[in-house]
């Protein structure tokens, strides 16, 4: 399969833990986003990367959120101290830089916050 | 600001009748606009898409879209349902000139009854 894998798919924690997620894009696609979807809401985004550099973050995204992509391949997505509202959809999507149009989206990671 | 603005939270058809999913937009620019899918425990797949080409968009299964400048909108149809086109549809649209991110809508459920 050479789509958007992430991973976990589902992740259950208790408040106040840190959970890390991951993303691997398309193979050669220099552009990654980070989504949130909530119950009942469209996906908003998080920010975005283009190769290794951070170039947009959402003001959705506060200070317990950090996301990386080292070496301008896969991203990780950190969530510290989670409270309950962080429970949402984490969605992944990425795009080769010849194109502004579709953007190619993973499964997702289900996190849940007790 | 761009906005997307999904007309109906929930439509229900029977097999073999006509779909319409309405949804206006707000941009500033020229925007790229696209409708997304997403079916219970799977990831979002691109319908179809827009971007200043034919105002007349065809996309997977069926399903196609006009979009109307003057009206501001980008209405999905399809001309008979079929039980598998249950799931929740997304109105995305994507203006370069205010970022990279897609601005999706919070959706329409669609059911569809034998």
């Known amino acids: 399969d050479t789509g958007v894998s992430q991973d976990p798919r589902h992740k259950i924690t208790k408040r106040g833990q840190n959970v890390t997620f991951r993303c691997d894009p398309i193979?050669?696609?220099?552009?990654l986003y980070w989504y949130r979807q909530t119950l009942g809401q469209g996906p908003e985004f998080l920010t975005y990367f283009q190769n290794e550099a951070q170039l947009e973050k959402s003001r959705l995204l506060s200070d317990r959120f950090s996301a990386e992509r080292p070496k301008g391949s896969f991203s990780t997505l950190e969530i510290q101290r989670t409270e309950q509202g962080d429970s949402a959809m984490y969605l992944c999507?990425?795009?080769?830089?010849?194109?502004?149009?579709?953007?190619?989206f993973g499964p997702g990671t289900r996190l849940t916050v007790l | 600001a761009q906005s997307v603005t999904q007309l109906d939270s929930h439509v229900s058809v029977s097999e073999g009748t006509p779909v319409l999913l309405r949804c206006n937009y707000s941009s500033s620019y020229s925007p790229s606009l696209f409708w997304y899918v997403q079916h219970p425990n799977k990831g979002l797949q691109l319908l179809l898409k827009?971007?200043?080409?034919?105002?007349l968009v065809k996309g997977i299964n069926g399903f196609e879209a006009e979009f109307k400048k003057s009206e501001t909108s980008f209405h999905l149809t399809k001309p008979s349902a079929h039980m598998s086109d249950a799931a929740e549809y997304f109105c995305?649209?994507?203006?370069?000139?205010?970022?990279?991110?897609?601005?999706f809508g919070k959706g329409t459920t669609l059911s569809v009854s034998s």
């Open positions: 995305v649209v994507s203006d370069p000139q205010a970022g990279t991110a897609l601005i």
């Open positions: 999507a990425s795009i080769p830089e010849s194109s502004y149009n579709e953007q190619f």
């Open positions: 827009y971007t200043s080409a034919a105002t």
């Open positions: 193979s050669e696609h220099n552009r």
